[in-house]
């Protein structure tokens, strides 16, 4: 893997660059994962056509440091997204973001400004309140999660978010809930970014209020068939074809 020193975490971020065509989609993952655990099927499926990819596993997760004295505020990460791109000196990039990771890649578009050629989100965060497992995780105090709670998540979860959720700081899922649920105005920030953008949303996810007013108002959107929220395990075909089309 790659590596490189982000000021704004204060640690060394880790990435794979996977060779291919085209300005990089760079991919941003959701709480408790890797981009490293989650992606290469997707990126590596015909559908997705060889585009160059680069998986980014962010502080506190995956390959990268997991320093204690870092915030793991959506913002922050979007800070470390965006020193990633001048790191690299990217002309013009994609970015693709999941879940806590949609909401992420909301405020790294908005730091990235013309170097973005197209932005597409998967369920994201919209909205402050954080999703079912946030709340899960932050009923708990910081010290009650990170000595006892994470450990029983990981031995009771039997899908593959146990395997990331593993090798991910607790400190850091703890601390990304909590921002998660502190929340901003990511729906009104995704509608306003003047660059193409897409919400994707798994089929087992519906109905869902935010998918139905953007696609009314004219945003693009697709359904993804045959999955749900974790949509790159259930139906990697799905969304590396989703992903190749928008970057086209």
């Known amino acids: 893997m790659n590596a490189f020193f982000s000021s704004t975490a204060n640690c060394d971020v880790r990435w794979q660059d996977l060779p291919g065509s085209g300005a990089p ?68 990039c994609f970015l693709y973001g999941h879940s806590m990771g949609g909401s992420i890649s909301i405020e790294a578009a908005e730091y990235l400004g013309e170097r973005l050629s197209g932005l597409v989100v998967s369920e994201p965060n919209f909205h402050p309140g954080g999703g079912f497992f946030s709340q899960q995780i932050c009923s708990h105090s910081e010290d009650e999660f990170v000595n006892g709670i994470w ?58 209020e935010d998918f139905a007013t953007l696609t009314a108002s004219g945003i693009s959107t697709l359904i993804l068939a045959d999955c749900g929220h974790c949509m790159s395990w259930e139906n990697p075909e799905a969304l590396a074809h989703a992903l190749a089309n928008f970057c086209r």
């Open 25 to 92: 989609l760079i991919f941003i993952h959701g709480l408790g994962c890797a981009s490293s655990y989650e992606y290469p099927r997707v990126v590596t499926d015909p559908m997705f056509r060889g585009r160059r990819a680069i998986l980014v596993d962010l502080p506190g997760c995956g390959y990268s440091q997991k320093p204690k004295n870092y915030s793991y505020s959506i913002s922050d990460q979007a800070r470390v997204v965006a020193e990633l791109v001048e790191y690299l000196g990217l002309a013009q």
């Open 151 to 208: 450990q029983s998540m990981i031995t009771r979860d039997t899908g593959p978010w146990a395997g990331s959720l593993a090798v991910d700081a607790p400190w850091a899922v703890w601390r990304g809930a909590a921002s998660l649920i502190a929340g901003s105005n990511w729906y009104e920030r995704f509608v306003a970014l003047p660059v193409a953008k897409q919400l994707l949303v798994g089929e087992h996810s519906l109905p869902d």
